[in-house]
């Protein structure tokens, strides 16, 4: 019996279990991304002259790189803030969860692309709708749990519900003036590339204004460790870590 | 003490450890589909005229890309939903599951194959086979845990068992019709290939004819949360996710 | 503290993280093994008359690569059973560990080897060491955490322990057999290699000999969950897995 | 509200996750490494005259793959043993670790590189500095988790933070050095190289003369399994396993 609570509250596949498969998935997604990375190959007698400018050339790659890792990594960090309040899952949600996976894994692809022609348009434009149709689907995803209170607790908080949406529409948003922009500039849109990171690192306006309350310090913290301060507003939008800051 | 029964019921290794590393596996082969999608290379000169119809080019790749990494998340539901009812391990079981493994890590060969060649009937053959052979694995493991009880618990309701069992046999069952059908036309069996997910993914009219009974809303699975309802009807096939639904 | 208690008895790297890890770098390894099966490349003008012909000489991968998962899953299972015993960690433990996944990790490029070249001797010499000195590793694992009691409980079955060892000692000796015959014929060489799974997979004679007692039922294994039943004789050897037997 | 108070204390992300993820991830970028040993492509007439020499220039890329092998290790021992201290997170820790994590999955590279070139000085150079910023990264974290408090119990010893960040720092330190002697002779700065593992898989003099009080026998460490002594001084340096020595 105490097998199968611990799996889950009735349902075949526990959240918890999702949760595994996917940081294996994001794990391995965002590794692979290195292998994009590839040492040139030089014939022995110019290895000594041609060697350092050839890895010069490889500069693009190395910071769609750290990009991409970076980006792998929000959207990391946004889905176990979803799955933070999702408390069940359905035969919908998983399938929405894999197709989510689908375009995080398949995000080293167009990474690929845009380190190989980083000055043709289409790349970014094949970058920047990956990014757009992930963003989507995590919305799609925490619309389907939420809405109705599907798959999340009744006592949700429903500003909550709303600042993550928010949030989780920014990132497409900004990728589709990226793609608008790039009919203009290519090089432009690649700065909008970087500025989704810089969003969602570092803490926002909203994120603040939503927060007026004192944060925790460690000792409160742990005194409220059983207690219900999680649905906080801090750390309500998917998007942001929201752990008590100093 | 506490270390030992956490590791399962008197046998060496729990079936959690096993879940673990099949897990791990999934995770690297669902992720390991996407390499099969390179960056074309083309010389500097002509990269303007030619990626865009280059990129063209990758269209198959795509789609047996998203075809198989939708048929690994079907197959790892499927792995899932299968030992939550398999409560011991023995040493068949074991290997039987490593077989299973072997032919999920497998499938990265035959999706590059259909991807590079998709109008050959040879690679057709070779897709379908290898998940003909996944699918009968799947269901020997299945028979093998269930027939006599010998790896799941007494009360495990029959009617569970053979309709998974005739879940886990039909995707082999429509993959050799697809081999049938690829003497007569290439084009006519890869539509075949792509039912099976729309099989699995949607509920069918079998699972909705064998469960009657209303689902749980969110407050009764919460309370009958240590109860004993998750060896109830829908959720028995292996093959489905079947939490409730709204 | 609570979270404290949970990492282990008093040491930094409690055993449950050594395996995590150590699951995840089986699950990479193992995986790795198949991107070895590359697909033909062939000019579209003789695709249909070639494809054929060239995927049968992708025999010899096929077999190395199953030969090569089976044995990799040998020792992911030979792993567990080892630290199913070990109790503590130290520093020693820990990179002996390291050392094990070093060789397991190793495994790809012999596999790659032999499967490109299956007839020459060095090919076969290469594959052949790196097993023996992954089961040395082994082995010395296992004696380091054993002698004198040091990572394992006192009441230990020393029986147990000595079988253990001649287990993990089997296949290096095996292979050492296989490296001496290849200087006579390649071929009889690497039916040696295909006999150290049947080996280890089904249960061996001497296994039967030390399991006389009846084996548990369902319902026995679940009342005696916590009991004291897991150090008993056929769930002793590392390298084989003893679960209750129908 | 047990599934939200055994994720942390009133963060979103608990440590936990985050070293399941960071696991993830240094198990694949591990075993990452093994792909740089290509297996020589040799023409059929000429298999059995080349191959042999063929695989002996492969021993630099063999070395190179041992040595990074062992420093992933060792950065992973360092991760957990410095988030064994750490006991909340915040949005701040989470992009640092994302950051070391960065640096790990990147060390491939290097490596491919060093192992190809392994001569020349800008491989040496690139080699040694992204070694140098990972050594800064881990102790950033280490800085930012401990100063004030931050991340950490108050009745941490602060002795044991002190020595930690002497050992971050070692390492950076002997690479920095190593780049300094490349100018001179790259063969003795790659001796350098081999002395960072022997430096942290040894315990050294300084360990040794903190930890004068006698190491627990396997009795005294279970009876004293939920005490306090995992703070004490052996086990505290983050990049040394200190767990009990016979």
């Not at 997604?29 to 007698?45: C, E, F, R």
């Amino acid at each position: 019996m105490s097998i199968q609570s611990n799996r889950g509250t009735g349902s075949v596949l526990s959240t918890n279990r999702i949760e595994a498969f996917s940081d294996g998935v994001f794990a391995v997604a965002i590794t692979v991304l290195v292998l994009n990375l590839q040492v040139p190959q030089i014939i022995p007698a110019q290895v000594s002259r041609e060697l350092l400018p050839k890895l010069f050339e490889l500069w693009p790659k190395l910071l769609i790189y750290v990009l991409s890792f970076v980006i792998v990594g929000i959207y990391w960090v946004a889905h176990h803030n979803t799955f933070h309040y999702i408390k069940q899952s359905d035969r919908n949600l998983l399938w929405l969860n894999i197709l989510l996976l689908l375009c995080i894994v398949f995000i080293p692809f167009p990474t690929a692309l845009l380190g190989q022609y980083p000055e043709q348009q289409v790349s970014v434009i094949i970058y920047a709708s990956t990014l757009v149709i992930t963003g989507l689907v995590l919305q799609l995803l925490w619309w389907y749990a939420t809405s109705e209170y599907r798959l999340v607790e009744r006592d949700i908080d429903p500003q909550l519900v709303q600042r993550a949406a928010r949030r989780n529409l920014a990132a497409p948003l900004i990728y589709l003036l990226a793609i608008g922009i790039s009919f203009l500039s290519v090089q432009i849109s690649l700065v909008f590339f970087a500025l989704v990171p810089v969003y969602y690192i570092f803490p926002g306006r909203i994120d603040r204004y939503w927060t007026p309350r004192p944060t925790h310090s460690v000792e409160e913290a742990k005194i409220s460790a059983d207690g219900d301060t999680s649905l906080s507003g801090e750390e309500a939008s998917p998007l942001s870590v929201t752990a008590p800051e100093e």
